[in-house]
């Protein structure tokens, strides 16, 4: 089947402690992202590959590092994770990077610092 | 200004029924325009995207304005399994990398 799978589902974690959300596409996507989404504030991204070693920061990029060694794989990393750091992660893949390619995502990491 | 800004809702309506919703963006160089569904705790789904002529999927229609920069969603004979948070999407340069969502719309459809 055709899917974006990301894990953990949930996470609960303290002030500090170095986490990697992972994200695994197999369809082969050029194009992957991720996104936190906050009540309010709609989703937002934070980074973003147009494929293989190329990465770029989104809108909120700060406290998060991302990379992509492989065409499937695009983890997202909190090496120093605070409370504003909670909130629902979404990872996302698209065929290509052009205009009218839709995003497929996953299904969530609910994320929650204390 | 918000980029992108939608009427948050809640909108109840009842079974059968029409219900439109509208979405205003600020780039006037925006380039594509779609509109996704995420149910409650869910990941957001493509609905449709939105042509400058105005497209119909089923009992969905969705249309674009550039002049006053706003794109419609339009649901008629509404059913229960509609409600859900419709999620207005602007891509500002022509790439999936610049992708901007709105806030969200929720439709409750009741009995």
């Known amino acids: 089947e055709a899917q974006v799978t990301q894990n953990p589902r949930y996470l609960i974690t303290v002030t500090g402690k170095k986490l990697t959300v992972t994200c695994s596409q197999n369809?082969?996507?050029?194009?992957m992202s991720w996104y936190r989404q906050d009540p309010g504030l709609g989703l937002r991204q934070i980074y973003y590959s147009m494929n293989v070693e190329v990465t770029d920061k989104g809108d909120v990029p700060e406290g998060y590092k991302v990379s992509r060694k492989e065409k499937r794989n695009f983890p997202l990393i909190l090496e120093s994770p605070s409370p504003n750091q909670t909130s629902l992660y979404f990872c996302?893949?698209?065929?290509?990077?052009?205009?009218?390619?839709?995003?497929?995502f996953g299904n969530g990491t609910r994320l929650t610092v204390t | 200004r918000k980029e992108v800004e939608q009427d948050p809702g809640p909108f109840n309506v009842p079974e059968g029924a029409t219900v439109a919703f509208n979405c205003t963006y600020s780039?006037?160089?925006?380039?594509?325009f779609f509109w996704y569904r995420q149910d409650c705790r869910k990941e957001p789904k493509l609905l449709m995207s939105v042509y400058s002529s105005g497209n119909e999927d089923g009992r969905f229609t969705a249309q674009l304005n550039r002049a006053s920069q706003y794109i419609s969603l339009l649901i008629r004979d509404s059913k229960l399994s509609d409600s859900a948070t419709y999620l207005c999407v602007v891509n500002k340069n022509g790439t999936a990398s610049k992708l901007t969502f709105g806030t969200g719309t929720r439709l409750q459809v009741t009995l």
């Open positions: 780039n006037s160089a925006s380039q594509s």
């Open positions: 996302a893949s698209s065929l290509w990077t052009g205009k009218n390619s839709p995003l497929h």
């Open positions: 369809m082969n996507h050029e194009y």
